[in-house]
């Protein structure tokens, strides 16, 4: 069963464009989420390979309209409510 993530092989997506001189991080919140991630993972609370997941279970009209960092705010919250 394909996720939604999981585009490679289809047609229709066009070509990979490569961003150059991009920044890492276009907002401040961004960067958070990114360090809070990293803060997560190295004191065990999940797995990068939990998180991965968690972003590609999210329902596809939320997986497609999110952001980058978006998708990882949602893993993140999801890894640790208490739900």
Do not use: K
């Not at 585009?7 to 991080?25: C, H, I, K, L, N």
């Not at 960067?31 to 004191?43: D, H, Q």
């Not at 939990?50 to 999210?58: A, H, K, S, Y």
Request: aromatic share 12%; net charge negative; charged share 30%.
């Amino acid at each position: 069963m394909s996720r939604v993530n999981d585009v490679g092989g289809q047609t229709g997506f066009g070509a990979v464009e490569v961003e150059r001189d991009e920044p890492s991080f276009h907002a401040d919140w961004e960067a958070r989420v990114y360090a809070l991630n990293v803060a997560l993972v190295r004191r065990g609370v999940y797995t990068l390979d939990e998180f991965r997941d968690t972003i590609e279970r999210m329902p596809p009209q939320e997986y497609l309209a999110a952001s980058y960092y978006e998708r990882w705010l949602h893993a993140i919250e999801r890894l640790t409510s208490d739900d």
